[in-house]
């Protein structure tokens, strides 16, 4: 069985192999499609950005109604 390091060390090489993959192979051939992927890249950077700082807030939140109480 994986364990969580193995995981995110598989997370990470397979988004560096899709860049590279992406750079070399499709980029050159299509400059349309390279828009798209970094449009793409950026709106779900954005939208976990934003997902990880609500929650974040909303940890603090909770951590400080339980002490106050």
């Known amino acids: 069985m994986a364990t969580v390091t193995e995981l ?3 997370l990470v090489e397979s988004v560096v192999d899709l860049v590279i993959v992406f750079v070399t192979e499709v980029a050159p051939h299509d ?3 390279l828009l798209v992927f970094l449009v793409g890249a950026a709106l779900t950077t954005v939208a976990a950005g934003l997902f990880g700082a609500l929650t974040v807030g909303a940890l603090f939140a909770w951590v400080r109604d339980t002490v106050v109480s």
Do not use: E, H
Request: net charge positive; aromatic share 0%; no cysteine.
């Open 8 to 10: 995110l060390v598989r």
């Open 31 to 33: 400059p349309i499609g």
